[in-house]
């Protein structure tokens, strides 16, 4: 048994080593002093370059809003698969096609759970060889989320779906 462990724990470095290993992810804060509003989310990233052309990775999300007296909380996991198909020296264009679970919860309520399934088209700036800013914008496929009332498919280009964060490759 220790043999396999050991084996299994060289293998995971051996790969690690030569992995094209990315983190990044989004953070916000807002208030809204007009509504007595604050939202807070955070959404981590992790993806693994499998050659030039795609990525795999996912993405963990955290939600927190106060509107008055009244908070909710919401968790998302995301998964997708990478395709870059434009690539040069600084700029990347890729499309994120996956699917996304979450649950919602308002103070006093029961959870509400919502999926969706689609393609979201992202660009990254490279800085350098290791960091790059990430912009996401838009959503094509299919939400039903019953928190926000958007329950079908189609296409959005909407600034709910924009979004910008970094990447950070080792």
Same mark, same amino acid.
């Given at each position: 048994m220790k043999k396999i462990v050991m084996f299994l724990f060289v293998m995971m470095v051996a790969l690690s080593v030569k992995a094209q290993v990315y983190v990044g992810g989004t953070l916000s804060v807002w208030h809204d002093s007009d509504l007595e509003s604050t939202t807070f989310i955070i959404s981590p990233e992790i993806g693994y370059n499998l050659n030039e052309k795609w990525a795999i990775g996912g993405n963990i999300g955290f939600a927190y809003n106060k509107v #008055? #007296? =009244? *908070? @909710? &909380?919401?968790?998302?996991?995301?998964? +997708?698969?990478? +395709?870059s198909y434009y690539e040069n020296k600084i700029?990347?264009? !890729? /499309? #994120? %096609?996956? !699917? %996304?679970?979450? &649950? @919602?919860k308002l103070d006093d309520s029961d959870s509400v759970t919502g999926f969706e399934v689609g393609v979201k088209p992202g660009i990254a700036i490279k800085l350098n060889d290791k960091? @790059? /800013? =990430?912009? *996401?914008?838009?959503f094509l496929g299919y939400r039903e989320d019953y928190l926000t009332l958007q329950n079908g498919g189609g296409l959005a280009l909407t600034s709910e779906d924009l979004s910008f964060g970094f990447h950070l490759e080792f």
């Open positions: #008055d #007296d =009244v *908070k @909710s &909380t919401a968790f998302a996991i995301a998964p +997708y698969a990478r +395709y700029v990347r264009l !890729f /499309l #994120d %096609g996956g !699917f %996304g679970i979450s &649950t @919602s960091f @790059s /800013l =990430v912009a *996401k914008c838009g």
